[in-house]
């Protein structure tokens, strides 16, 4: 999946760096210490010595090499994860304090629910579909989070952010990833991506077409 293969790719490849980066701080650390316990034992004068430029330089150039490669992963990651094939849906998703509403445009279509000490909603979706997804918000900012999906967009009041993507059948649970206020973690929604002919039945069931809507 689009979502999965970007973000294993940045990940796996910040996390490598990461560990590079680690260790090399750590054997410098060492080194450190057995220099000094070297100096401490033959009894030898602390160095004096008040700068390394040439070590110095070197630490800066690493470092600008390492800063590039991250940022060049990072967009070239964001390139594929926002790359946006021409859906067969929209679906608007609104956050609010707290709960989330889900409208399928060009449909009467809509699901929603209080979430806090109730029900929560169901965003379905057409499996292997390309599906586009318009995330707001009604106040506050939330976060709009499927974890097993590796998704996650913020949701701003007086701002879309949107995204393209196809999902596999299957089910998740999303969650709110930003704090909202008193029932933030109870902010959660669940994820349903059902075959075309199951899903053209539910789109049917809840007042719309029986059949999958394109919104292009």
């Not at 490598?16 to 034992?41: D, N, P």
């Not at 008193?182 to 899903?199: C, D, I, Q, T, W």
């Not at 053209?200 to 059949?211: C, L, N, S, Y």
Request: with cysteine; proline share 6%; net charge positive.
């Amino acid at each position: 999946m689009q979502f999965q293969r970007a973000f294993s790719y940045a990940f796996g490849t910040e996390t490598k760096i990461a560990e590079v980066v680690f260790g090399l701080v750590l054997l410098a650390m060492l080194v450190a210490f057995g220099q000094s316990a070297y100096r401490r034992r033959k009894r030898m004068e602390p160095s004096r010595r008040a700068e390394r430029n040439v070590l110095e330089l070197c630490y800066v150039g690493l470092l600008a090499v390492v800063v590039a490669f991250d940022v060049f992963v990072s967009f070239s990651a964001n390139a594929e994860w926002w790359h946006d094939p021409r859906p067969d849906m929209t679906v608007r998703v609104t956050g609010f304090q707290w709960c989330w509403d889900f409208r399928y445009l060009g449909t009467p279509v809509n699901v929603s629910a209080r979430c806090a000490g109730g029900p929560i909603p169901t965003l379905v979706l057409p499996a292997g579909r390309p599906v586009r997804l318009q995330i707001t918000s009604d106040d506050v900012i939330h976060g709009f989070w499927i974890p097993g999906l590796r998704l996650k967009l913020d949701a701003y009041p007086d701002h879309v952010n949107t995204v393209s993507f196809t999902p596999p059948k299957g089910d998740w649970v999303g969650h709110c990833s930003q704090l909202c206020g008193l029932y933030h973690s109870e902010m959660m929604f669940r994820v349903r991506a059902l075959p075309a002919a199951a899903f053209d039945r539910w789109v049917h069931a809840h007042g719309g077409p029986g059949r999958l809507v394109s919104t292009r």
